[in-house]
Each structure stands twice: as C-alpha cells, then as structure tokens.
C-alpha cells in the first residue's frame, strides 16, 4: 500500500484482506464467543446525570486524543506532512515529502488510534472477531459527515451522528439506524493531453482486439458450459453447484462494476437482497405467479440500485466502497426491524418455482434454470462491454475528466452500470430465494460481500469471465475448508480460522502475484508463450 501511484481500490482490498487475517488471529486466540473485559466499576454524580466512570474515562480520552491530534496536524512538521501528502501527493512531492513514508505514517498512526478506541469501548460492550466493522464504519461515518482534514471536525461529526443515532433509535423502538450525510469530494484529477487523447481513442476503436476471442478462449467456454451442464446429473447435492452459479452472476456484474467502470462496492448484498425480497414478498403477501416475481427482482433491484446510486456514486474511491457497505448493513437493519420485509424472523413458504402451472420438484431444474440465467448475463455483459457505451465507461474508468471532455455522460453512465450490476445481483437474490426457500436478514452477511470481491479480484476484474472464475475457484477452496475444518479432533472454531484467514492470504498474494487476476494473468502468460515459440521458429 506504500508503493507509488498505488490505486486507491488496491489499498482498500489489501485493507480487507489484513481484516480477514486479523479475524482469523482473532477467533484462533479468544473464539467467536464476545468477550466484555473489567472496565472502571461504579458510576459517579455529575450535574445530577449519574455517569459511569467507565464511560466518562472514555469520554476523557477522547477529547485528550483529539486534542493531541490537533497539536500534531496543526504545529508539527509531521502533521503539516500528512496533511500535505493526503492533499496533493504530486506537490507534496515536489517540496521534498516522502509520500510513501508519510502513507505508511498514517496508516500505523489509524492503526495505533483505532486499537485505543478498542481498547476503551471493550469493557462497555461485549466485542467479538466481527466488531470491528461496525465500530470502522461508525468511524467512517463520522470522519465523511465532520471533514476529513480537521481532526475537531471529525470529533464534532461523530457527536453529531451519535445522538442522532440514539434519537433515532429511540423512535424505532431500540432499533439501530444511522443517519448519514456524505460531503462528497468534488475536486478531480488534473487533465493532461494524454489522458484526453487516451479518452478518445477507446471511444473510437471499436473494441479492438479485446473484442476477437482466441481459440483456446472458444475451447476452455465450450469445455467449461460442457461441464456445467454434466455436472448437476453427477453431484448427489446441488447446494454447493447453486451458491456457485449464483456467485458467478452476482460477480460478473460486480467484475464489470469495479474493472470496467472503475467503481468500488463492497455492499453488493444489499441489491442481492432487494431480488430475494422481491420474490419473498411478491409470492407469500402478494400473491404474484413465480415467473413474474422472478423477472420483476432485477428490475426491482436495478431500481433500487439507480435510486441509490444518484447520491452515493458521487463519491469515489473508499468512499463509495464504505457507502455501499453502509447501504448493505442499512438494508440489514431494515429487515430486521420492519415486518414487512420479514423481521427478525424472516419470510418463509416461498413456493416453488413453476411456469404454466407446473412447479419444480427438487435441485435439477433449479440448477439448469440458474445456468440458463448465467448465460444470459455473460451474453449481457459481452454485448455492453463491446458496445459503444461499453467503451465509454472505460473510458471513465481512466479518467472521468478526461472522459466527461471526450463526450461521455460520466454520471448517467456509472448510475446505469451501478444498476446493472445491482440487477444481475437481484437476479442471483430471487433464484436463491426460490431454492432456499427462505430469506432472513441472515441470509446477506456483510462477508458474503466481501467474498463476491475476493473472487472478482481473483478472477480477475474487467474482464467477462473473470467473475466466473474466480467464483468457481474461491468456492471450491471453501469446500476444501470446510471439509477439512469437519474432520474428526478439530476444534469448532477450526472452520472460521481457515476461512477468513484463507480469504485474507488469497487476496494479498494475489494481488502480490497475480494482480490482474487469474483470467488476464493466464492470457498474458500465453500471449508471451505464443511470442516466443514464433520468434523460434522465425529463427
């Protein structure tokens, strides 16, 4: 993450992998069961309010911290240093910084900062391997809501979204939700000549040579439909071919979200569970036919997706990453608390898939019904990445100035891409809503999310297929974990430790190693062999 000219998504997905390995260290030392350490006990009388001590010492430090941090920022040269570097790097840079070193500086110091707070919030509430992610998107909150380059500002925004928070819950009858205004950053990157002319060019090719396949890229798809479609009349249980096939489609368009159009997500759950809602409510409450539920979830969840996509797209970087994940604990939260969208409880007897009267009776019909819809967003995906609106969100993937000047509608084109992927990710929700058939806020983890990343990074992102891949080679590694973690002297927590610390190692190396992925890694690999062996035989 040091390194010069590092993307800011690449920072952020090695971010989550430390995440997941430091999940793992978690549950190997102390278990999954949350643990409350001895704080200060005893409470003390302060203008008549009765406080405890333990969070007035919290209270205490807090304001030391940050008024520690605005000494720093605002008298030191270190501060000024870090300030400059997050501001302007190409300056900064300019005048001396070590951009690098000031990136490694403050990535130890929020690290140092965020085990305090830790360190401080444990003995007032029960903490586990997986508290940090609400207790960082709190964190994000309030530094987006406050402003980033004042540490006052930031402790006056989380003030400010904390007694909005309890107000909030108060209303809702003790049910949590967060109320969050983010102050987009408007400014873009400086426009050379080159990236206008880079800009215009993929706009004018008509695809190029990204757009003739190879015949061994013909061979492995027809190998591979030909195996997925043998496959299901050989497995005894379809469970694992379903979760899958279904991870390919919600991957694909998370691959053409991120690597064609240049935008992080990490809440593609929240649309996965506006398509499962979808079928939910429309077959129990509402009474639709199956086959209309199912064509309405993508349409429910690409609205869904363009609604919220207007205000949140205008965000960048981690910032539109953690904005997508707040919408998926949002969504969450709005499951458990409303009974309509099923409660805590969740929606049950969703009937079985049928057209004209006929409904499916076991797992075959489901798994060719979820191939046939693979093939249908693959087929998708192809003709939009190879149309002309295709190669202007590339374009804006490299530079939205640069494009916006060759004449591409820069937001209208990330809100429709945005709302693709969320309709592809409905269509994965409603089909695992037929076969489950089930849906509970449960049945959308935030590291459900987090997986549908890791296999778009290994697949590799930008490309049709990559999703594919990758979805197929993280799933099988799951089920190699999981079937050793249930071997026989193996503790319980055995399958949570390989799991996260697994993704984690899967994802920095391979972006260590493999950082196009495996799909554009392999092609390149050939492209050298293929050189190679022409250049021998021309000798």
Not at 280 to 306: K, M, N
């Amino acid at each position: 993450m040091g390194r010069r000219g590092t993307p800011p998504l690449i920072s952020l997905i090695v971010t989550l992998g430390i995440s997941l390995l430091a999940s793992a260290s978690i549950i190997w030392l102390r278990g999954q069961d949350p643990v409350s350490p001895p704080g200060l006990g005893g409470s003390m009388t302060i203008l008549g309010a009765s406080v405890e001590r333990q969070r007035l010492l919290v209270l205490v430090a807090t304001l030391l911290t940050f008024a520690a941090l605005a000494l720093v920022f605002s008298r030191s040269y270190l501060g000024k240093a870090l300030t400059a570097s997050a501001s302007n790097p190409f300056a900064a840079r300019m005048v001396g910084i070590d951009v690098r070193r000031m990136g490694l500086v403050a990535f130890a110091l929020a690290g140092v900062l965020g085990g305090l707070a830790g360190v401080l919030v444990a003995p007032t509430n029960a903490l586990s391997f997986s508290s940090d992610l609400p207790l960082a998107l709190s964190g994000f909150a309030a530094a987006v809501f406050g402003g980033l380059t004042s540490p006052l500002r930031t402790l006056v925004g989380g003030l400010c979204l904390g007694v909005a928070g309890q107000l909030t819950a108060g209303c809702l009858n003790g049910s949590y939700r967060l109320s969050q205004r983010v102050v987009p950053d408007r400014g873009g990157p400086a426009v050379d000549a080159g990236d206008h002319d880079r800009a215009r060019q993929v706009l004018r090719r008509g695809g190029g040579k990204m757009s003739r396949l190879l015949n061994w890229k013909t061979l492995l798809v027809v190998a591979g439909s030909v195996a997925a479609c043998v496959a299901p009349l050989v497995m005894a249980d379809l469970t694992f071919f379903m979760r899958t096939v279904l991870a390919a489609i919600v991957v694909t368009g998370l691959s053409m979200l991120m690597g064609y159009a240049g935008q992080a997500s990490l809440g593609q759950g929240a649309f996965v569970a506006a398509g499962a809602l979808t079928v939910a409510i429309g077959t129990t409450r509402l009474e639709l036919p199956p086959l209309v539920a199912l064509l309405l979830a993508p349409l429910v969840a690409a609205a869904f997706a363009a609604l919220v996509g207007i205000p949140i797209l205008r965000l960048q970087g981690h910032y539109l990453a953690f904005g997508t994940l707040a919408l998926l604990l949002m969504v969450q939260a709005a499951m458990s608390a409303l009974d309509v969208l099923g409660g805590a409880f969740g929606i049950s007897g969703i009937p079985a898939f049928g057209v004209a009267g006929t409904a499916f009776s076991g797992q075959l019909p489901y798994a060719y019904l979820a191939l046939v819809c693979l093939g249908l967003v693959l087929t998708l995906t192809h003709r939009v990445v190879h149309s002309r609106f295709g190669r202007g969100v590339r374009a804006l993937a490299g530079s939205e100035t640069a494009a916006e000047s060759a004449g591409v509608p820069v937001g209208r084109s990330k809100v429709a891409v945005f709302a693709l992927s969320g309709a592809y990710a409905g269509l994965a929700g409603a089909l695992s809503a037929f076969f489950t058939p089930y849906v509970s806020p449960d049945s959308f983890p935030a590291v459900e999310s987090f997986t549908y990343v890791i296999m778009a990074v290994v697949g590799g992102l930008g490309t049709v297929w990559g999703g594919v891949i990758g979805a197929v080679v993280i799933s099988v590694l799951l089920q190699v974990l999981n079937s050793v973690s249930s071997q026989p002297g193996l503790p319980p927590t055995a399958g949570p430790i390989l799991q996260y610390a697994t993704y984690g190692a899967v994802l920095i190396a391979t972006l260590l190693f493999l950082p196009r992925g495996i799909l554009p890694s392999a092609s390149a690999a050939l492209g050298v062999g293929r050189r190679r062996l022409g250049a021998g035989a021309g000798g």
